[in-house]
């Protein structure tokens, strides 16, 4: 029977769906929480009392009961008038009902309702097997609850209380009357026992117009995992240069392992084809991800000196050994420099400059750490010079250990290094590899009580250097570096409690002083494998050392006084404000310098900047973080960064409001002037339509960096989003795109906007998940 004629017969009774559909006003409280507020409602099954543990209809007789009665001794029984069956998780109603004794067989008329353990159905009439629980309906609609999968079928049977089979059936997830989407198909089989359904001659309807055919797919009614299509994915490729139409398959191999292949038609491009496999074992999970394209036609067409065949891999997994010691790989390759940016939709790798691969194992203990592990780079941007690509570690072994020896502190830092790289075309220490060996032993004596602390400590920073194609000055390439370092950290503390806007709080004043002082040479003849600059912030008030790697040791002589204040909320135990401010004195010139850099400005300063930090957090979902370097002489901001991050408690709200400074002047990583705002919102303009925007402008340049604008339309099953991005490309251009995502309520969602905006957002990602919630209770 067609569905347009069998949903005509349907309208003189409600369906299954408009029987359980509660508007949102009707539903309980918590019920409504839960509840998107794109939804107008949910289902709400009566609590019957049945579970998975009531009889199944094999053990437990036949109860009837009607208005009237009729018995036909040891043939058949007549009900009439108000029907109602039931036999363990079986129940009917209906109008009229004759049982056979002979057949074990009940025909029951309608309009009928029947339950089971979480389906409802209804129809125009039935049969009913009372020895093997089948129930045959016609002119169906029917109900799950637990996927909220609703539909109609010109005839349905109940197999068992686990599989139905659907005969010219609709699905969906939509509400009562609501067909905004809907999977048609010929035949379909529902197994809950199993969690999935499979149909036949399927076609996809949006708003009743058909879109899609498959001839045959399998598709999940619950969470768990089973093999076959999934929904496939179109839109717009990575590269914005075409189209695409992707056919995802599952494979559930294992319990504990299982792929998924995504061959895909790139327009312009060719077949491109994806794989994800996952291995869950006793130890831990490892995942391996895989693209390949035999022939990339665009690609042949810019490069026309390169075959076309792309390819690339990122491998990860993790193990836990028991002891504290686990295991780890992360291994990353791809066949060229733009692959990431043209082809990449599965790989967990970011456009960078360089793919890391590493493996190794650690081992953490109560007081003592130990790791151990291969390191090595693949460098994809072409313009790196070579002496500016990172040493691979071959190995690196990482030791340190704590001792108490009565009042004493016993600690020590140590780690061994082999630095190799191809040095083939270099001179001087930029062709230097070997090994380092790097110790620092520490005697500390440290006192705590409730008011406050005081950490005095002696160290002895110890490096050794045995290095081949070492040449400078005619040094020999074995030698060594010892630093003696003296710390003495000192700290206070006071609170006090108040109120603020009838809010009991506790207010505390930590003042904090901090000397170093480590006598360490001019190193410039020690090359550097592994060392950079600490960008100074107000962290960097109580490190001794300005660099980081192993290479430079910093001279010192000075002295740091900071405060920290802080209010805590009594009732809730929350920080909602912090103000910390301090700054360094030194009382002596730095030597020691990385690249002719020393760490500041001018190496002679007697004083470093005022460094300061707030956090304000006056709501659960709303925090204000500003921090920066303010120089006192010239009254002159050096770097800043505020951000003012906001969500709603149900994430439909966002917002980002931030700002960074950085004047360039060597106290940075980057001596590059950095002046630029950004804006970042989702916001509902209705329960269903929202705003999404991000905004990027640089005031040294002038321009707009980087932006994000659309529209994002939900309801309770599907939603949408159109954005426009533009973006700034490696020849500092502005490019356009367009993004869009469509998310079908059960069936997931396709297109690449989703990426686009958790980067751009905050709280995106967490809005996304919420996005579809579970109404049902």
């Known amino acids: 029977m067609p569905v347009g004629v069998m949903a005509q017969e349907a309208t003189a009774a409600p369906s299954a769906a408009e029987i359980d559909w509660r508007p949102r006003s009707e539903l309980p409280p918590e019920v409504q929480e839960r509840l998107p507020a794109f939804c107008e409602g949910g289902y709400l099954p009566p609590q019957t009392g049945q579970g998975p543990d009531a009889a199944s209809t094999s053990d437990v007789p036949l109860e009837a009961s009607s208005l009237n009665a009729r018995y036909e001794l040891d043939s058949q029984l007549y009900l009439q008038g108000d029907v109602q069956l039931r036999q363990g998780n079986f129940q009917a109603s209906g109008t009229e009902a004759r049982y056979n004794q002979q057949t074990g067989e009940v025909r029951l008329q309608g309009p009928l309702v029947s339950r089971g353990e979480g389906v409802l159905l209804t129809g125009q009439e039935a049969r009913y097997s009372v020895d093997s629980g089948r129930f045959d309906v016609n002119s169906a609609t029917f109900l799950f609850h637990e996927a909220e999968l609703r539909g109609t079928a010109s005839s349905l049977s109940r197999v068992s209380e686990n599989r139905v089979l659907i005969t010219d059936g609709l699905l969906t997830t939509c509400g009562p009357q609501q067909n905004d989407w809907a999977l048609v198909a010929s035949d379909i089989e529902l197994d809950r026992a199993e969690g999935f359904g499979t149909a036949k001659h399927i076609r996809l309807e949006v708003l009743d117009t058909p879109v899609f055919y498959w001839p045959y797919m399998t598709f999940p009614i619950d969470d768990r995992r089973k093999t076959g299509f999934l929904y ?430 950085n004047r360039g002047d060597g106290l940075a990583s980057t001596d590059d002037e950095l002046d630029q705002s950004d804006i970042g919102t989702v916001f509902p303009i209705t329960d269903r339509v929202s705003v999404l925007g991000r905004w990027v402008y640089d005031y040294t340049d002038d321009r707009t960096v980087g932006s994000l604008a659309g529209l994002e339309y939900n309801n309770c099953c599907w939603s949408v989003q159109v954005v426009h991005q533009s973006y700034l490309t490696d020849d500092e251009e502005l490019d356009n795109r367009i993004l869009f995502r469509v998310e079908l309520k059960g069936l997931g969602g396709s297109g690449d906007g989703a990426d686009e905006l958790s980067n751009a957002i905050y709280g995106y990602d967490e809005r996304d998940r919420r996005r579809f919630g579970t109404p049902s209770p």
């Open 232 to 661: 496939p994915q179109f839109g717009s490729s990575n590269a914005g240069g075409g189209a695409f139409l992707a056919t995802p398959y599952y494979l559930n191999l294992a319990p504990n392992y299982d792929a998924t292949i995504t061959p895909q038609y790139i327009h312009g491009r060719g077949l491109f084809t994806e794989l994800e496999g996952r291995y869950l074992s006793s130890l831990g999970q490892s995942v391996l991800q895989l693209g390949y394209i035999n022939n990339d036609s665009a690609y042949e067409d810019e490069f026309p000196a390169e075959d076309g065949e792309r390819w690339g891999l990122d491998f990860t997994s993790r193990a836990g050994f028991g002891g504290g010691w686990n295991g780890y790989v992360d291994y990353s390759v791809v066949s060229d420099q733009d692959y990431l940016s043209d082809l990449n939709r599965s790989l967990d790798i970011n456009q960078t400059t360089h793919l890391r691969r590493r493996g190794g194992v650690r081992y953490s203990g109560s007081d003592q750490y130990f790791e151990a592990y291969l390191n090595g780079y693949q460098t994809l941007d072409e313009d790196v010079l070579q002496e500016n690509k990172p040493y691979d570690q071959l190995p690196e072994v990482i030791y340190g250990g704590t001792a108490q020896a009565g009042w004493l502190e016993a600690n020590l830092e140590s780690q061994y290094t082999w630095f190799d790289r191809d040095n083939d075309t270099l001179t001087g220490l930029e062709a230097a590899t070997g090994q380092r060996l790097r110790a620092i032993p520490e005697v500390a004596l440290p006192m705590r009580a409730l008011w406050g602390y005081s950490r005095p400590s002696v160290s002895l920073d110890y490096t050794r250097y045995e290095l081949d194609d070492y040449d400078y000055n005619q040094r020999d390439g074995s030698f060594d570096r010892s630093v003696p370092v003296f710390e003495w950290d000192n700290g206070l503390y006071f609170d006090r409690r108040g109120e603020l806007f009838d809010v009991p709080y506790n207010q505390t004043l930590e003042p904090r002083l901090y000397y170093a002082w480590a006598d360490a040479e001019d190193q410039s003849y020690i090359p550097d494998f592994d060392t950079g600059l600490r960008s100074f912030r107000f962290d960097q008030l109580f490190r001794r050392n300005r660099f980081t790697g192993g290479d430079r040791v910093g001279d010192t002589d000075q002295l740091t006084v900071a405060l920290t204040s802080r209010f805590n909320d009594l009732t809730t135990g929350a920080e909602r404000a912090r103000f910390s401010i301090g700054q360094v004195h030194y009382f002596e010139d730095w030597d020691v310098t990385l690249n002719g850099n020393c760490g500041k400005a001018d190496c002679s300063d007697t004083d470093s900047p005022l460094a300061g930090e707030v956090v304000l957090k006056p709501l659960d979902n709303l925090e204000i973080r500003s921090s920066g370097l303010w120089d006192h002489e010239t009254e002159q901001t050096l770097e800043g960064r505020s951000q003012l991050i906001f969500h709603s408690e149900d994430y439909r709200y966002l917002a980002t409001l931030g700002h960074t400074y």
